[in-house]
C-alpha cells in the first residue's frame, strides 16, 4: 500500500533489536528511545520463552476454557484500583478502543462523544471520527456531527492570565462548554475518551486536577469516562501502573495496547461489573484470537518481568534523571521551551521564541534526523511537530540516558550552529 510513509529521508532496515538496541542491515546499532511497543527491550528473552512455550503446547481461542485467560485477567485487573475488576482482551488498541464504544452505547443509548483536541484512538472509522489527529489533516473530512471536541489542557501553551493553581479547572472549562454546546442540540456525550497523557498532542501532561473535574462534569450528565492508556500504561510513568492515576481518578473503562505484549499483537479492555453485566445484552463479543492462550503468556510475562525487575522504579529513576538532563540543557540553548516527562514518557518542546512560543518545527526534525544519523531513535509529535517525543523501553540504564544526552548535545549543537 502506498499510503504509508516511513520514518526518516533514508530509510533504515532493521535485522535484529536486544534490549534498548536495534541492528540494521549493515550491523549498524541504533538506541531506540521511541518504539514503546518492546516495552521491556526488543526480543526480551522471558517474552520469546513463554510465547515459544506456550505456542508448542496449544492455541485455542476464548470458546474453550483455558487457565491462562484466568489468571491474566486476575493478575491484570489486580494492578488497577478496586472496582475496575472485569477484562475482555482483543489484538490491537484500535479493538479493544471499539469495544470501549460499545460498551459506553449500550449503557448509556448514545452515541456522541467528547473527546481531547488532537487525540488519536485509533485505526477504524469510528475511530478516526474520534480523532482530531485525524479528521482534521491530509485526508480528513472533518469534525463528525456527534464528535464534540474540548481543547488540549496543555499548560505550556496556556493563557498568560492563568494562575498556575486553576489550570485544571480553566482547561475544564472548555468540557463544560462542549457539553453545554451538546445539552443545546438535545444530546449528551456516551462517554469521554482521552489518553492520560495525550500523545500525539506533544506528550502533554494534564494539570493537577484536570481529570478529576472532567470526569465530575462527564458523569453529571451520564456520561462514561475512558482512560485510553494504549501508549502510556504498563508502569511506563513509573510511579504508577497507569498514567491516570496520576489524577487521583478512577476511569469507567481503560483500554490497553502497544506494550502489553512487549510486540506480540494484543490488548485489553478493564471496566466494572456493572457495566460487563450491562453489556451482556446477548449479542456478545467473540475475539478469534483476543485472548488466546499465547498472548496470554505474553502477557503475564511481560506483568512478571515488570514486578521482578522493578521496572517501575527503572522508569522513575531514569525518567527524573533524563528530565534534569533536559533541563540543564534548556538552561543552554534557547530553543528549548519546555521539558516535560513522567517517568520513561518524554517531552521536549521547541520554539523560535520563547516569549511568542512560535513552534521550531524544521528544528524539531532537523534534531530527529541528526540524532539518526548519530545513531539513536527519537521522534517529532505534537499540532505543529516541535515536541521531540521520547518513549524508551522500561530497561533503559543510566549508561543508555548518558548516551542519549551525548547524542541530543552534539546534534543541537551542530543545527544550532548550521541555523535550523
Ligand atoms: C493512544 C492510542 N490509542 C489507540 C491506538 C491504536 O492502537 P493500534 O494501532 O494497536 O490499533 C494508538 C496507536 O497508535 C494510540 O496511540
Redesign the pocket.
Known sequence: MPNLSISYSEPIKFVRGEGAWLIDDRGRAYLDCFNNVCHLGHAHPDIVEAICTQSARLNTNTRYLHDAVVTYAERLTATLPEGLSVASFAC????A?SLALRMARTMTGSNDALVLDWA????TQELIDLSPYKYKRKGGKGKPAHVFEAAIPDSYRAPLDWPVEEYALRFAESIGEQIETMRKQGRAPAFFIA?SIP??AGQVILPEGYLREVYRMVRAVGGLCIA?E??VGFGRVGSHWWAFEMQGVVPDIV?M??PIGNGHPM?ALVTTREIADRFNNGMEYFNTFGGNPVSCAAGLAVLDVIERDRLRDNAAAIGAYLVARFRAMQQRYEVIGDVRGQGLFLGIELVNNRKTKEPATAFARKVNEGAKVRGVLIGTEGPQDNVLKMRPPMVFSRADADHLIEVLEDTFAMVSAEGA
Open positions: 490491537s488498541g484500535s479493538e478502543n488519536y484512538h485509533g485505526t489518553e500523545s500525539v485510553d494504549v501508549q483500554t495496547g502497544k490488548s
